[in-house]
Each structure stands twice: as C-alpha cells, then as structure tokens.
C-alpha cells in the first residue's frame, strides 16, 4: 500500500519579503500538513545580529504571517517558523513574539505558541571551549575567550531535533531562533517517518521558495511533496514552472560542493541524486541521503561591535580626474593620516569606486579595460566613536573635493554630491567574531522552548 505523500506549503524566500494571496490560496488547496517559512539569513551582514534588530519591515512581517496564522489556525495546520527576526537572538525571538501575540489579539485567535531560543550564555561557550568542543571554520580565525567577551551575542544553529520536540507536545505555531535552514521544512516529515535526506534536501530547496522555478521569486510560494522514495516540487503561481534544470541548480545554491551539504549532526550527499521531469511544471527528485556524523556539530554564529561609520557618496565624470584616481585617492589619505597622526589607529578610511571595481574590488577583472565615463565615489570612514567616524569622513571628502592633481582643470570642485547634507552617519558596524563549530551531546539541549497559551 502506497503511503501518503507529505506535503508542505512554503509561503516565501524570507518571513516579510511577501507572497501572492493567489499562490498562498492554492496551496491551501492541496491541504498541506505544514506551512512553513525561513525568516533569516547570514546574507545581509553581521549588523543585524550583533545589534539585535531585524532586517524585514515589522509591517511586512506582520501580512505574511497574519495569512498564514491564520489559515493554519483554522484548518489545524502547524506552522512553522524558522531565525525568526533574521538572526534569531533573543532580541530578534522577542520581536517576532509580540507580532504573533499582536495577530492572535487582533484575530481572536486561540493557540499554543512554542518558542525555541537558541542565543546562548558567553561563559557555557568558553567553558565548551576550555574542553577542546570547539572548531574552528575556515577562515575564521581560531577561537578566544576574549573574542567570545568581545561578542555582542553568540547563537547556535538548531537542526530538526527541536522543532520535532515541539510539534511532540503539539505547538500550533513554532517560533524558533536561528535555525538550520531546512530544518524547518523537514522536522515535522522526519517526525512522522519520512526519510532524513529527502526531508532536508527538500527543505533545501522550499527555503528560497519560487527561487528554484522559471522565472524565479523569492516573493512567491513553493508547495513539496515527501514520498517513501522521493519528493516533487511545485510553483504554485501560473506563471512559473520548475524544470530539472532549475531545480538541480538551485540544489547548489551556496554550496561549494556539489554532492556534499554539510548540516547539523551530518551531511547530505547528493551523489545519486535523481532529477526527473514530471509534468510541466513539476520536478521529481530521488536519490537523496542524509548521512549521519559520528559526532554531532552546530554552527555557532557570533557578531562583535568594531566602530561607528559614516559615509559620503560623490560621483566625477572628469576623465583625467578618473585617470589618476588611485594616486588621488592615496593623497587625500596621506593628507588625512598627517591630520590625525594621534588617531592613525583609531579608525579606518576606505573609498569604494563603483564604475571601476565598486562591486568586485581586486578581484575585477577588467578594472583596467574600464570604459565608464563616471565614477561613483563612496567615502567611508570606520572609527571608535561616531564624532571621529564623522570627522574623518569630513575630512577626507573634503580634502578630496578640492585635491589637486596634473592636468586639473576645473578649480571650483572635483566632486558632484547627489544629497545635501552630504556625510551620512551610518551607526554601529560589526563583524562577524564566531564563526565555529561545537560538539554536542544532546542536540536539543541547546535550545529550550517556552510553551505558550495564546
């Protein structure tokens, strides 16, 4: 006897980014067992997450999910919800808590909410890191305690294991810290049976949502489909249709392996994977296995404050001026370093040039062969307080309006601003401190869950 197929409603590529009512609707339709969503990323940076706020617009936030509570409450469909706030700290949990109780209020709505925290205490990292629990990732520099001090807030990477204790004591809704991203999609399969790997490779693919059909949309919806032996993927809007090619694509998406997807407590290996083109809009997959590690790991993700930014954005269109940008840009340097003698290790000043190398750096590979006939100029200055990122910035943006150079010939200025004023103070900036793998015992004691009767 041929078992049911598992079937899971992914609404968007990120909680917030929106999805069609039309494409959520028909999914309804097929009466999926779970409505899932990822609602992070390490994508936008190490702000986001060192400073504790979201990079998706509450309102937006909000839409999304008021649809999918909603719908889900009333056809008694979980649904899940994975790095809420987009990084999962514990500011970030608390933020998307008070949208969810904010819904349930508005909507009379009557449900258990569990939450999955996954920030944990600096001194139990260091302690893990004394016992030698600790690795390090390259090219992450190996792990301190002073880093650790250093760190605004350390989250570790959960895999399905919560999530299944919580659909276990049977969570409406599920609001997790930072999660692996299939796993969200997966937990609930694996739950009831399914196979690991056709779980998390699905769940690989339904965490982008449409991005894996033609023509792609991370602000539309994914329906998937788990058999005993394989898993179909479906876009759910006319418009878009998912082809082997597509979908196999997708499977790589910032992968450096193309048969090896390392996660928490294992890797998925790919090497038998099948693709097979089953209508013409949906894409079967087989072949895939999940193989357990003799150890399992989590990801640890930390983000430490370096300084405030400010910034100046100019553009030249002067073809000599152009010509000899890089020893401009080294003078106006020297004439700030010798302002600022006292303060030489105390900031830092880049200029990014965009018509040239703007996006690639030194990695362009025609920054020689540039035909532009303007530049866009971007003045950062990186300090310890905001009032010196902001004289800094001042200083070398003025010093570079009215730098001379051989075959100058306009005196008035050498810059164009497009926005008066023109220095923009930009905040705190982070990087990225914790970027490390740790050795667990329990892979679900990491992340405690609050049951709540909303």
Not at 66 to 86: H, L, N, W
Not at 389 to 418: D, Q, V
Not at 428 to 434: D, G, L, N, R
């Amino acid at each position: 006897m041929q078992r049911e197929e598992f079937r899971i409603l992914s609404t968007t590529a990120i909680l917030g980014y929106g999805f069609p009512l039309g494409s959520f609707e028909e999914g309804m339709k097929r009466n999926p067992h779970l409505i899932a969503v990822d609602a992070g990323s390490t994508d936008p940076g190490p702000y986001y997450l060192g400073a504790g706020v979201s990079f998706t617009d509450r309102d937006a936030v909000k839409r999304d999910l008021e649809i999918m509570i909603k719908a889900g409450v009333e056809r008694d469909i979980p649904v899940s919800i994975g790095t809420a706030g987009g990084s999962g700290g514990a500011p970030h949990l608390e933020w998307n808590r008070e949208i969810i109780e904010e819904i349930a209020r508005e909507n009379n709505l009557h449900f258990k909410l569990a939450v999955i925290h996954s920030e944990l205490p600096k001194d139990m990292i260091k302690a893990e890191l004394r016992t030698g629990k600790i690795m390090t990732l390259d090219p992450a520099p190996e792990l301190t305690e002073k880093t650790i001090d250093d760190t605004t807030r350390i989250v570790a990477q959960m895999g399905v294991q919560p999530f299944i204790e919580a659909h276990k004591n049977d969570a409406q809704v599920i609001l997790a810290g930072r999660a692996y991203d299939p796993a969200v999609f997966a937990a609930l399969a694996v739950h009831r049976g399914y196979d690991m790997g056709l779980a998390t490779h699905l769940g690989k693919i339904l965490e982008c949502a449409a991005i894996c059909a033609i023509p792609g949309s991370g602000s539309d919806c994914m329906f998937g489909y788990i058999g005993s032996d394989y898993f179909k993927v479906e876009p759910l809007s006319s418009v878009r249709k998912c082809t082997t090619v597509s979908v196999a694509a997708h499977t790589l998406y910032e992968k450096t392996d193309p048969c090896i997807l390392p996660g928490p407590g294992g890797y998925l290996d790919l090497t038998d994977a099948k693709f097979e083109q089953e209508t013409d809009n949906i894409v079967k997959v087989s072949g895939s296995k999940f193989v357990p590690g003799q150890d399992f790991f989590v990801k640890l993700e930390g983000a430490k404050r370096i300084g405030y930014r400010t910034v100046s954005i100019a553009g030249t269109r002067d073809p000599i001026m152009m010509q000899k940008i890089d020893d401009i840009i080294h003078g106006v340097k020297e004439r700030v370093a010798d302002n600022f003698r006292d303060r030489e290790n105390t900031y830092t000043l880049n200029f990014i040039i965009y018509g040239r190398d703007g996006v690639m750096g030194n990695l362009e590979p025609n920054r020689l062969k540039s035909l532009s006939h303007e530049y866009g100029i971007i003045i950062e200055a990186v300090a310890e307080t905001q009032e010196l990122a902001n004289t800094i910035c001042a200083t070398a943006r003025s010093t570079m309006l009215h730098y001379g150079y051989e075959g100058r010939r306009a005196t008035a200025g050498n810059l164009a601003f497009p926005y008066s004023p023109s220095d923009f103070k930009a905040g705190e900036v982070y990087e990225f401190s914790v970027y490390h793998l740790m050795k667990v015992d329990d892979p679900a004691s990491l992340f405690p869950i609050d049951y709540i009767e909303l």
